[in-house]
């Protein structure tokens, strides 16, 4: 079935430091992908989204390239803030009308 | 613009007591409707999943329900709490038909602890 699988956390960055927070995934077809992120005790919020191969979701200095040969979704951002600090989720829609998601990455950024 | 709601916000409940947690959604008709469960530290677990009033899918076994009263209102409910019922609990809405990717947006949740 549907998968998504991300790195292990949390991943711990002083501020400023190059993000990447890895995502791969298993599904038929071309699946639409996105990124949450979940700033403590809120609901999550989407980052961005990617709908076809080679299409680069961006939003407030993230980014992920939806990558069809490596069944791949990294997350991205050249230089982290505090402000960062959240978790994460990869997600895989596949017409369904449901999400299928992965585990959930931490990122602490520290001053 | 679309807004989502949930309350309550916090919610502290002994084992055993009866649960009601509301979500309502603004500026959209005919959403679809998602309830999640996230416990603490863990990924998302999805509930039910309803695409129109009376059109409700349980997704995991529970003592847990769902009812859709109206378009965009959405309950979770229990007869009888358990302590595993302790968690955070989020609803989304997506549009309807799926539109181009199926996008969901989440409320801010109610933290339920069952002691």
């Known amino acids: 079935g549907d998968s998504v699988t991300q790195m292990e956390g949390p991943v711990t960055l002083s501020e400023e430091a190059f993000l990447t927070i890895n995502c791969t995934y298993t599904?038929?077809?071309?699946?639409?992908l996105f990124w949450y992120v979940q700033y403590p005790g809120e609901g999550l919020q989407l980052l961005l989204k990617?709908?076809?191969?080679?299409d680069k979701g961006s939003n407030k200095g993230f980014e992920a390239t939806y990558r069809k040969e490596t069944t791949s979704f990294h997350l991205e951002k050249g230089s982290v803030q505090v402000s960062d600090s959240a978790v994460y989720f990869c997600?895989?829609?596949?017409?369904?009308?449901?999400?299928?998601f992965g585990q959930g990455t931490t990122l602490q950024v520290k001053p | 613009s679309q807004t989502i709601h949930q309350w309550p916000a916090t919610l502290v409940q002994p084992v055993g007591s009866p649960l009601s947690l509301e979500c309502t959604v603004e500026?959209?008709?005919?959403?679809?409707l998602y309830w999640y469960r996230q416990a603490a530290g863990r990924g998302l677990q999805l509930l039910f999943y309803?695409?129109?009033?009376?059109?409700i899918s349980s997704e995991v076994p529970q003592n847990l329900s769902a009812s859709r009263p109206q378009d965009r209102q959405f309950i979770l409910s229990s007869k009888k709490l358990l302590l595993s019922d302790s968690g955070f609990y989020l609803c989304?809405?997506?549009?309807?038909?799926?539109?181009?990717?199926?996008?969901?947006?989440f409320g801010p949740g109610t933290r339920l602890t069952v002691t």
């Open positions: 989304a809405w997506s549009a309807g038909g799926g539109g181009s990717s199926y996008e969901q947006y």
């Open positions: 599904a038929t077809g071309y699946p639409s």
């Open positions: 990617a709908t076809k191969a080679d």
């Open positions: 997600a895989l829609s596949r017409n369904t009308g449901k999400l299928i």
């Open positions: 500026g959209t008709s005919n959403p679809n």
């Open positions: 309803s695409i129109g009033i009376d059109q």
